[in-house]
C-alpha cells in the first residue's frame, strides 16, 4: 500500500497554467480509470475536484482538467488564481480493492 | 442536502480504545460505500477503510487488526472502533462517502481530533 507518488510542491503565477503529476503503479493508476483529485485550503476537508480520470463534478471551474497515460495522471489547472493555492491530492482505485492517496502537492500562486 | 458530522474524537493514552461515528443525513449509509481517511498534523491524507455494500471491509495495513469499521442502518452511522491505539494514529479523522460509479470522495466530514498521547 505505498503512497502515489507527487511533486511535494508547483507554482506559477496568476493566469498560468500548472500540471501536477501523479504516479502509481500497474495495481492502481495503470490498471483503473478511478483516479480522483481533490482540492484542500488549510483547515477545511477537502473537497473533490476530478473524478474518474477526468470528469468534473457540478460547480467545479472549468479551468481544472485531468489526464492519464500508462501509471501516471495529471491534473492541470489553467487560468491560475490566487483562490486555487491550496494542497492538491489525488487519489486511486487499488487491485486489491482498496483505495490509495498521493503525498500531497503543495500549490503557490505567486 | 448532504452531511457527514463525525464525533468522537478525545486525547486519550497509548494502548486505548476510542470508538469514532459519523451521522449521515441526505442519503443512506447502508446504499453507499463509506470510508474513513485521516490526516496526520501538517501531513497529508491517509486512506484507513472502506465498507462495501454487503459489509465487505477492508483496511490500510497501518490499522490492521486494530482498527474495525462498522455502520448502524437504523441510525444512519458509520463508526470507527480503534484499539491499541499509537502515538502515530494521532490525526484529523475524516469520514467520506465513496461514489461507487468511480471511486471519488464525493462527500467529506469536517473531521475529528484524535490526539494518542500520554
Known amino acids: 500500500q505505498s503512497a502515489l507518488t507527487q511533486p511535494a510542491s508547483v507554482s506559477g503565477s496568476p493566469g498560468q497554467s500548472i500540471t501536477i503529476s501523479c504516479t502509481g503503479t500497474s495495481s492502481d493508476v495503470g490498471t483503473y480509470n478511478y483516479v480522483s483529485w481533490y482540492q484542500q485550503h488549510p483547515g477545511k476537508a477537502p473537497k473533490l475536484m476530478i473524478y474518474g480520470v477526468s470528469d468534473r463534478p457540478s460547480g467545479v471551474s472549468n479551468r481544472f482538467s485531468g489526464s492519464k497515460s500508462g501509471n501516471t495522471a495529471s491534473l492541470t489547472i489553467s487560468g491560475l488564481q490566487a483562490e486555487d493555492e491550496a494542497d492538491y491530492y489525488c487519489?486511486?482505485?487499488?487491485?486489491?480493492?482498496?483505495?490509495?492517496f498521493g503525498g500531497g502537492t503543495k500549490l503557490t500562486v505567486l | 442536502e448532504v452531511q457527514l458530522v463525525e464525533t468522537g474524537g478525545d486525547l486519550i493514552q497509548p494502548g486505548g480504545s476510542l470508538r469514532l461515528s459519523c451521522a449521515a443525513s441526505?442519503?443512506?449509509?447502508?446504499?453507499?460505500?463509506m470510508s474513513w481517511v485521516r490526516q496526520a498534523p501538517g501531513k497529508g491524507l491517509e486512506w484507513v477503510s472502506i465498507i462495501y455494500g454487503g459489509d465487505t471491509r477492508y483496511y490500510a495495513d497501518s490499522v490492521m487488526g486494530r482498527f474495525t469499521v462498522s455502520r448502524d442502518n437504523s441510525k444512519n452511522t458509520l463508526y470507527l472502533l480503534m484499539t491499541s491505539l499509537r502515538a502515530e494514529d494521532t490525526a484529523m479523522y475524516y469520514c467520506?462517502?465513496?461514489?461507487?460509479?468511480?471511486?471519488?470522495?464525493?462527500?467529506w466530514g469536517q473531521g475529528t481530533l484524535v490526539t494518542v498521547s500520554s
Open positions: 487519489s486511486s482505485f487499488t487491485i486489491s480493492s482498496t483505495l490509495v
Open positions: 441526505g442519503f443512506t449509509v447502508s446504499s453507499n460505500y
Open positions: 467520506a462517502r465513496v461514489e461507487r460509479k468511480n471511486y471519488g470522495v464525493d462527500y
